[in-house]
Nanobody, 121 residues
């Protein structure tokens, strides 16, 4: 069974950058759409971005548009989230997810364990 493992989170000052990675074990992600979500303390899980299987189509939440970039390297079975110009309100646990399909819903079936991102002011 495919498992998703996020990495790359940490503590960064406002205005800084981080790159998150989502690697798959036990299978391939090459033919699946993927997404990133986040959940801040006391808030609902929030959609951040998604990407189709080839990387040719992406979508972003308004809150991160122009600052975050989703990408994938199918040869490495990995999806990335480059986060620039980080703000304290970006502080959250970040999750990658998939529905194991060509498209992805806003309530995916498979989730990673999450990686904490903390942005200090």
């Amino acid at each position: 069974q495919v498992q998703l493992v996020e990495s790359g989170g940490g503590l960064v000052q406002a205005g800084g950058s981080l790159r998150l990675s989502c690697a798959a074990s036990g299978g391939t992600l090459r033919t699946y759409a993927m997404a990133w979500f986040r959940q801040a303390p006391g808030k609902d899980r929030e959609f951040i971005s998604n990407i189709n299987w080839s990387g040719s189509n992406t979508d972003y939440a308004d809150s991160v548009k122009g600052r975050f970039t989703i990408s994938r390297d199918n040869a490495k079975n990995t999806v990335y989230l480059q986060m620039n110009s980080l703000k304290p309100e970006d502080t959250a646990v970040y999750y990658c997810a998939t529905d194991f399909g060509l498209t992805i819903t806003r309530t995916p079936k498979i989730w990673g364990q999450g990686t904490q991102v903390t942005v200090s002011s």
